[in-house]
């Protein structure tokens, strides 16, 4: 019995055992099946969140090179803005600059704010945002310094250079890491898809064996993964277009050098063909389709360091900046930026600089020449006083004189150089110029040189000094003349031209617009490069020694320019040379001959008599001398002319033809005249320009008005002549002590100059008053005075604000103001007399006068 009860339990224990053991398998099952599933889960939601963090950072990375290439072009704009203001003094060019201030700032804070997730970039931001300031802050004391001491300081400070490399370097280094970042971002993501897709077969897996019940998960997940690519993907279009909208253009290379991404700018930039656009080209060549630039990207090429290396390749005009640096991962990226327009205006600002010092080195050269040649001229007249006027010294003191006027002449010539002579514009009409001007310029060639004047219809007018222009084209004529020594061809071609924008580079005065061209052309010997290029400096000249001084196309040059214009030079050995001036158009109309005469200087009263044998010609000067103010008194001849005065008329002047009929000759009526009426004032008029103006000896100081004149040429002569005739009799009168003398207040700086100016002054019966500076005038008391004479550039004061200053006391008082530089249109002055050194007496004896009318124009008494 016990071992049939051990055996019921034995069998007992035994189906219990079987029932134990299939029931355990599927709780075994279920229970590693959830574990797996689990871990699977726990796994996919990590590898989610990483993926979504990954893609975060990446777009983070990606908008870190938004806003530094926003902030770089930002920096550029206010540059550029600041450089054009520079060149053409333009408010509206600083816009950019105000702009970029606010701009930046708001950059740097956004990219500030990014540290937060991107924690590197917070010391990269501190020292860019530290950069970008000292770079505004440079920009705007260069502004500054320009509105306080000019432009050529504000250029030299511009050559000291500023952090514009160091901000590049910055940035460089902001997107190299920005790079890294998204690359090792980029090996997360894909690790992290990995295990994704280990964490979905396993579920999938698991799954399976369990009726499937894992595959909703796995589809979940899979979906995932889809989304995460596509972000991807459209993250790789977005940093595409993004390098296709930055203007410069780029190129990556990997550690093999092979071409593997690149945007729309590149290869136009460079200047190559497109179909070198493609994935795997090597860097080779590229670079070996650049062999036309100078240098080619190739030459002297080294891997790129961990520095970015920069240079210049020229082609042409154009000019490109090239900059290259090392990638993270061995290969290198190359940016091409088009500098051509940038290095254009500072090659312009040189030239302007260079052109600018020269201007204030020759305007100086003259102020002090002419100060130099008043002395000598001074000497002479005095000593000229001291000497018996039939004394051989005479004749050297009158050639010792006119080398003085020569070297005034050349010292006009190089203000001209300098744009700093006075300029007397006008409206006038090309075509009338040159058809007058035809004549002249063939007696100037000869009969070797074909003539040929080429003036196009309907040109339009020109505001322009005609008679620095007349004087321009003569020097262009008489350079052709030279350059044709055996005869050739010289052509005068005149006509309207439009300029547009793109013809403007690389000339430095010349605007868009209309213009009237002028050019002369010759046939002759031409002029090699080196020559051309310094045909307008000073002094320079290829004639044969003592043929020329090098002034002649050098003023051309200044007056072209100062009238707003340009000049430009075409030459080719053997075959000629052209220079073409262009005169901006004006809106103005000519003066018409009907409007000159009220233009022109009139008479006060004065009496004429008019000898002319055409009684056309008799009728009609006496006409425009009367519509000029002056007394006639008609003769047909010499002889009538003569009885009139020994009858007792005493007239003023005496405008004669230089050939008249009867007995009595021009020559004899003048002597014969002079006899009756001392001091008289004749002006004889002729119709052959060559004509003697002494018919005898004994007669002097006569005019010649070349016929046909005009009504304001025949005013302007006879005003002068009445003029001098007028200020000769007033220091006659003074010297006999017949007038009271002036008492007048000499301020000049230079002793010298002051000592001689007082001696002359004496001479001419005048108490003086002298002062060194404008202090030393200032000080002296005006009580008596009657004539200010003071130099226009003193050491403490400017001469006409001296003279305002002394005005302001003695409103009464005339002023001369003296100078060595000519004159500039907005320094002129009606209420004051201008007299230009060197000067002899009767230019002072005439400024004197017009100084005294000034006074009594305004209706001021003379303190004496």
């Known amino acids: 019995m016990d071992r049939a009860v051990a055996e019921d339990a034995a069998a007992r224990a035994a189906g219990e055992g079987g029932r134990r053991g299939p029931r355990l398998l599927p709780a075994l099952i279920v229970a590693t099946t959830l574990s797996t599933l689990a871990a699977a889960g726990l796994l996919t939601v990590r590898t989610t969140a990483s993926l979504e963090q990954a893609r975060i950072l990446a777009m983070e990375n990606h908008r870190v090179g938004t806003l530094t290439n926003g902030l ?25 600059y105000w702009r970029a201030e606010a701009e930046t700032a708001d950059l740097l804070d956004a990219l500030d704010a990014m540290g937060n997730q991107l924690p590197w970039l917070t010391h990269e931001v501190r020292v860019l945002r530290s950069l970008c300031r000292i770079k505004l802050q440079g920009m705007e004391r260069l502004i500054q310094l320009d509105r306080e001491q000019g432009h050529a300081a504000a250029v030299a400070a511009l050559a000291e250079g500023d952090s514009h490399d160091e901000i590049l370097a910055s940035v460089d280094r902001l997107a190299t890491r920005a790079d890294a970042e998204r690359i090792r971002l980029t090996a997360a ?69 092979r071409l593997v991404l690149w945007n729309r700018a590149f290869f136009p930039t460079a200047g190559l063909p497109e ?74 600002a040189r030239q302007a600089e260079r052109s600018e010092l020269l201007g204030q080195m020759t305007g100086g ?59 007397a514009p006008e409206v006038i009409d090309v075509r009338a110029l040159l058809t007058g001007m035809e004549d002249m310029i063939r007696r100037t060639v000869g009969e070797q040189i074909a003539v040929h004047l080429v003036i196009s219809p309907g040109l339009w007018p020109v505001l322009v000094d005609a008679q620095q222009l007349e004087n321009g084209l003569l020097n ?86 100062q009238s707003g214009g340009d000049l430009s030079i075409e030459s080719t050995v053997g075959q000629g040379t052209t220079v073409r001036l262009m005169i901006p158009r004006t809106q103005g109309q000519p003066a018409t001959d009907a409007g000159r005469p009220d233009e022109a200087p009139r ?32 003769a047909a001849n010499g002889a009538k002319a003569l009885r009139m005065l020994e009858e007792g008329l005493r007239p003023d002047l005496l405008f004669s033809d230089v050939i008249t009929p009867g007995p009595v000759s021009a020559g004899g009526l003048a002597e014969r005249a002079r006899a009756l009426v001392p001091g008289l004032v004749v002006v004889f008029t002729s119709g052959l320009p060559d004509h003697p103006v002494m018919p005898r000896d004994g007669v002097a100081d006569i005019r010649l008005l070349g016929k046909p004149w005009r009504i304001d040429e025949l005013a302007r002569t006879l005003r002068e002549a009445l003029d001098e005739q007028k200020a000769a009799s007033q220091a006659e009168a003074w010297k006999a002590g017949d007038e009271p003398p002036l ?111 000034a006074v009594a124009r305004a209706g001021q008494p003379l303190a004496s």
Request: hydrophobic share 45%.
């Open 603 to 634: 008479g006060m009263g004065e009496t004429i008599l008019l000898v002319e044998d055409d009684p056309s010609v008799l009728t009609s000067a006496a006409n425009a001398l009367r519509g000029l103010g002056y007394r006639v008194l008609e």
């Open 275 to 348: 179909m070198l656009g493609r994935n795997g080209i090597s860097y080779a060549d590229v670079a070996l389709a650049t062999m036309d630039w100078e240098p080619p990207l190739l030459a002297d090429f080294q891997p790129p360091e961990i520095n970015p290396a920069m240079g210049e390749m020229r082609r042409d005009h154009r000019v490109l900046e090239v900059w290259r640096s090392a990638m993270p991962d061995g290969g290198q990226i190359l940016a091409l930026a088009d500098i051509t327009r940038r290095s254009q205006a500072e090659e312009l």
């Open 72 to 96: 770089m072009l930002a920096i550029e704009r206010a540059e550029a803005g600041e450089r054009a203001f520079l060149l053409t003094h333009r408010q509206n060019y600083l816009e950019p």
């Open 476 to 561: 262009l004529v008489v350079n052709a003349r030279d350059a044709m020594p055996r005869g050739g061809t010289l052509c005068v071609i005149a006509a309207n031209r439009g300029v547009e924008a793109a013809e403007t580079a690389g000339r430095e005065t010349l605007a868009a617009g209309d213009y009237v061209e002028i050019a002369v052309t010759d046939d002759g010997i031409g002029m090699m490069p080196e020559q051309r290029e310094r045909a307008i400096e000073p002094f320079y000249t290829t004639k044969p020694e003592g043929k020329g001084t090098g002034l002649g196309l050098s003023m051309v040059y200044g007056f072209v320019k």
């Open 189 to 257: 993501f894909r690790h992290e898809q990995d295990l994704a897709w280990r964490s979905v077969l396993i579920a999938a897996s698991a799954l399976v064996l369990l009726l499937g019940g894992s595959a909703a998960g796995w589809v979940r997940s899979r979906a995932r993964q889809r989304r995460a690519q596509l972000g991807a993907q459209m993250l790789a279009a977005r940093l595409q277009a993004a390098a296709d909208h930055i203007r410069d253009g780029v190129a990556v290379f990997d550690a093999e050098d």
């Open 365 to 423: 050269v003259a102020h002090d020449f002419n100060n130099l040649l008043q002395v000598v001229s001074a000497n002479l007249e005095l000593i000229g006083t001291r000497l018996p006027a039939d004394s051989w010294l005479q004749s050297r003191l009158s050639a010792a004189l006119g080398a003085v006027e020569r070297g005034a002449r050349l010292t006009r010539q190089l203000l001209a150089f300098a744009r700093r002579q006075k300029l």
């Open 743 to 853: 008492r007048i207040l000499l301020t000049e700086d230079q002793a010298i100059l002051r000592v001689i100016t007082a001696e002359t002054l004496g001479q001419l019966g005048h108490d003086v008053v002298e002062a060194a500076d404008a202090a030393e005038t200032l000080s002296r008391s005006t009580d008596g005075i009657d004539l200010l004479i003071t130099d226009l550039s003193l050491p403490d004061m400017d001469g006409i604000a001296l003279a305002e200053a002394i005005r302001r006391k003695r409103p009464d008082i005339g002023v001369i103001i003296a100078t060595g530089h000519l004159v500039q249109s907005e320094q002129a002055r009606d209420d004051m007399v201008w007299l230009a050194k060197p000067f002899d007496t009767a230019a002072l004896m005439q400024a004197i006068q017009q100084a005294l009318a």
